[in-house]
């Protein structure tokens, strides 16, 4: 099911913040892209993840990639046997 709100980037990553445009137009992009690539503010279409696993960059805490709850910092990576993601354990702040 696609995420209408969140949707992919190019970069791989899930939409995780509004780009306002000259004319206060809205856009998804890649917060922790943006400005290094300009694949953070292209959408792709959405990946199939449903057999895919997510590992917590830090902790390796795993979770399904196409979890609906949804993943903090998702970044699909399909050349790689994981996606990744961040569960929180270092805090938030």
């Known amino acids: 099911m696609p995420n209408q709100k ?3 980037m190019k970069c ?3 939409a995780n913040g509004i780009a ?4 206060d137009t809205e856009t ?5 892209c943006g400005g ?4 953070a503010e292209i959408t792709v279409p959405e990946p199939d993840l449903s057999k895919r696993i997510a590992k917590c960059c830090y902790c390796n805490r795993e979770k399904p990639s196409d ?3 949804g993943l903090a910092f998702f970044e699909h ?3 790689e046997e994981f996606d990744s993601y961040y ?4 805090g938030w702040d």
């Open 6 to 8: 969140h949707p992919m």
């Open 12 to 14: 791989g990553h899930r």
């Open 20 to 23: 306002k445009g000259p004319d």
């Open 28 to 32: 998804p992009i890649c917060v922790l």
């Open 36 to 39: 290094l690539t300009d694949n």
């Open 67 to 69: 979890s609906k709850l």
């Open 77 to 79: 990576c399909p050349s």
């Open 87 to 90: 569960c929180g354990c270092r």
